[in-house]
Nanobody, 124 residues
Framework: QVQLVESGGGLVQAGGSLRLSCAAS????????MGWFRQTPGKEREFVAY????????YYTDSVKGRFTISRDNAMNTVYLQMNSLKPEDTAVYYC?????????????????WGQGTQVTVSS
């Protein structure tokens, strides 16, 4: 069992920045691949970024490349999403998730545990 708790969401103007945090407990964190996803009302949850357990590999959806950075601190059992140059279309509930096993992927189905989500609203 893994517990995930996100924080750091809020309201920001376009062009601004936010940093999301996700604190994890219940499993050896350093061997768990982690991802960030987001969802808006009426739409499916979409992939944003992932990071491997060691932190050596990261991957981003095209719409956030160059603006968002995923990172992790395994000593603190925490994964982060630094979001810069935010746009109104980034408005969503953001979720962190822990992957099921050794596979790291963009697919929602391969993530086993999810946080409760944190709202990010970007005003124009």
């Amino acid at each position: 069992q893994v517990q995930l708790v996100e924080s750091g969401g809020g309201l920001v103007q376009a062009g601004g920045s936010l940093r999301l945090s996700c604190a994890a407990s219940g499993r050896t964190f350093s061997t768990t691949h982690m991802g960030w996803f987001r969802q808006t009302p009426g739409k499916e949850r979409e992939f944003v970024a992932y990071i491997t357990g060691s932190g050596a590999t990261t991957y981003y959806t095209d719409s956030v490349k160059g603006r968002f950075t995923i990172s992790r601190d395994n000593a603190m059992n925490t994964v982060y999403l630094q979001m810069n140059s935010l746009k109104p279309e980034d408005t969503a509930v953001y979720y962190c998730a822990a992957a099921k096993g050794r596979v790291v992927t963009t697919a929602v189905a391969f993530y086993e545990y999810w946080g409760q989500g944190t709202q990010v609203t970007v005003s124009s």
